[in-house]
């Protein structure tokens, strides 16, 4: 069973910035696509960034030249950097993993909290 531990939310102010961590029990190479999802209060889920294993990065428009997202395969481990924080931005950050015939995998959720 693949784990997905996320890490890296918290609270911050507008305008700061956060690294959010996803880290896989195995290798992220295996995965056809990883990404992250939030979800606000009251709101379904949205995606917010994919990569695709076989590249390039795919952004909703709101995170548009503010969010980034990365990967280290050595350490198995998927990223989020966010600046430009705004209180919009407040949800919880789902990171999930995608192999082609599976049931997509999720992590347990990392909160984010955006507010002066």
């Known amino acids: 069973q693949v784990q997905l531990v996320e890490s890296g939310g918290g609270l911050v102010q507008p305008g700061e910035s956060l690294r959010l961590s996803c880290a896989a029990s195995?290798?992220?190479?295996?995965?056809?696509?990883m990404g992250w999802y939030r979800q606000a209060p009251g709101a379904e889920r949205e995606l917010v960034a994919t990569?695709?294993?076989?590249?390039?990065?795919r952004y909703t428009n709101s995170v548009k030249g503010r969010f980034t997202i990365s990967r280290d395969t050595a350490e198995n481990t998927l990223y989020l950097q966010m600046n430009s924080l705004k209180p919009e931005d407040t949800a919880v950050y789902y990171c999930?993993?995608?192999?082609?015939?599976?049931?997509?995998?999720w992590g347990q959720g990392t909160q984010v909290t955006v507010s002066s």
């Open positions: 999930y993993a995608f192999r082609a015939s599976y049931p997509y995998y």
């Open positions: 195995e290798s992220i190479s295996s995965f056809n696509a």
């Open positions: 990569r695709p294993s076989s590249g390039g990065t």
